[in-house]
């Protein structure tokens, strides 16, 4: 007697199941399906027709193109033989459900299952490599907005030749890969940012999360960053001197870092925590093999992201590799207190001092971040330049009385400058 097995298929008449087997199949082993047969000999009505309506379906219903794996034989006794080879472009899935479990299938046993999202993962990475960002993306419903916005502005050509030659696509092919889900809109891979009111990081005062493109997600995470980094000021007779706690220069190269080298194979989040003595950058993914801490900091580069990187220098994001942590280290060399690298075995952080915590003439307990109001009247000024009082007035909805002495305070501790009198006065970052 005939029994169904890992590498056999029975069916007594053609229904759209079919589809399915022909994908578990090719997804794992190969395998026989015979249609007409359950066990015992099913005459099949118009077998021709059924042969028709078959070969057309498994070439319609089922990407990537699965036929050269497929060989079909009419057996004399009236049954339709389906051989099916394993297939070289793993995984097949139904084009109606896409890449994802509900249209994926594999063979277990005598059974064909949906395969799970870490099956999918692991087809796609013996079909196409171990580069994370060159294999194939388990989301394939993908938008742009914000990447076609960004190029253009840099006068770069964002079409489908472009993402060829980019690697957002698969050579050749319709399918998006890690490094199209990476730049999408839909890109689950976040940053998050806190700020603490102690330097146990243990009191929250503030906390964001920044999704989407990983390219608005660095742009939106550095405003933040910068709204929180505050400016201390030192009259000299009559030369005002800006201190900030950080270089705008070293904030954006451990962003950029952080960004370009964490590894995207594991969930989670880019963490940046702020207190009033350090921020640092925590990112998953420790070094590459062979590189030590002491060739980073010299500027010596293993790319894990190399279409990314590239991506970066299109975008004039970056101008070399491996130059980021040297310029933050040449900006400390001067400092009393460096900044700090830590590694584990899938972990890189980068902690960076307050620079004017070492400095006595600004007492630390004089000195807090935004406040709330404070922030939005930073916002502002962030993306416009200038700022009114009447426009205080109405983002804050207070008197003039009010929004005058708001500016006055933030000028005193030096987060904005205050420039002329009456009519001429301009109020700046």
């Known amino acids: 007697m005939t029994i169904e097995t890992e590498l056999l298929e029975l069916k007594s008449i053609a229904t759209n199941d079919i589809y399915k087997e022909v994908i578990a199949f090719a997804n794992t082993d190969g395998g026989i399906i015979l249609i007409g047969f359950d066990g015992e000999l099913k005459k099949l009505p118009d077998i021709d027709d059924t042969y028709t309506r078959i070969t057309n379906g498994i070439r319609d219903a089922i990407a990537p193109d699965i036929t050269i794996f497929v060989k079909y034989k009419l057996e004399e006794n009236h049954t339709l033989r389906i051989e099916i080879s394993e297939g070289g472009n793993k995984p097949y899935y139904l084009k109606s459900k896409g890449l994802k479990p509900s249209g994926v299938y594999v063979r277990q046993g005598a059974s064909s299952v949906q395969a799970s999202p870490e099956q999918i993962r692991q087809l796609i990475k013996e079909t196409d490599g171990d580069t994370f960002e060159s294999l194939r993306s388990l989301n394939q419903d993908l938008s742009f907005v914000y990447c076609n916005i960004l190029f ?71 405003k933040y960053i910068q709204l929180n980094n505050n400016t201390r000021s030192v009259i000299d007779d009559l030369v005002r001197k800006d201190f900030p706690d950080y270089p705008k220069e070293v904030l954006r190269e451990a962003l950029i870092n952080a960004v370009i080298h964490r590894d995207y194979s594991y969930s989670g989040s880019i963490i940046i925590n702020i207190n009033s003595k350090f921020i640092e950058f925590i990112s998953i993914g420790g070094l590459m093999p062979g590189i030590s801490t002491e060739d980073i900091v010299l500027g010596v580069s293993q790319l894990r992201n190399q279409k990314l990187t590239e991506v970066f220098l299109r975008l004039n994001i970056i101008e070399a590799y491996g130059t980021g942590l040297k310029r933050i280290f040449n900006m400390y060399k001067d400092h009393s207190e460096s900044p700090q690298i830590d590694v584990g075995p899938n972990s890189f952080r980068i902690r960076i001092p307050n620079m004017n915590t070492e400095n006595s003439k600004f007492p630390q307990s004089s000195w807090k971040s935004p406040s709330p109001q404070e922030a939005i009247i930073l916002e502002y000024l962030q993306k416009h330049g200038e700022i009114t009082l009447e426009t205080v007035q109405d983002l804050l909805n207070v008197k003039s009385s009010r929004s005058a002495g708001i500016i006055l305070k933030m000028s005193r501790k030096g987060l904005l400058k205050v420039i002329g009198r009456g009519e001429n006065k301009k109020i700046t970052l």
Do not use: P, W
């Not at 770069?156 to 999408?184: C, P, Q, V």
């Open 152 to 222: 253009h502005k840099h006068q770069i050509a964002f079409d489908d030749e472009k993402f060829n030659i980019l690697g957002i696509k698969k050579h050749g092919s319709e399918l998006y890969t890690n490094l199209g889900y990476l730049l999408s809109d839909q890109c689950q891979h976040t940053i998050k940012i806190a700020v603490f009111d102690d330097v146990e990081n243990t009191i929250f005062k503030d906390r964001q999360e920044f999704s989407g493109s990983v390219l608005q997600q660095m742009e939106d995470a550095f």
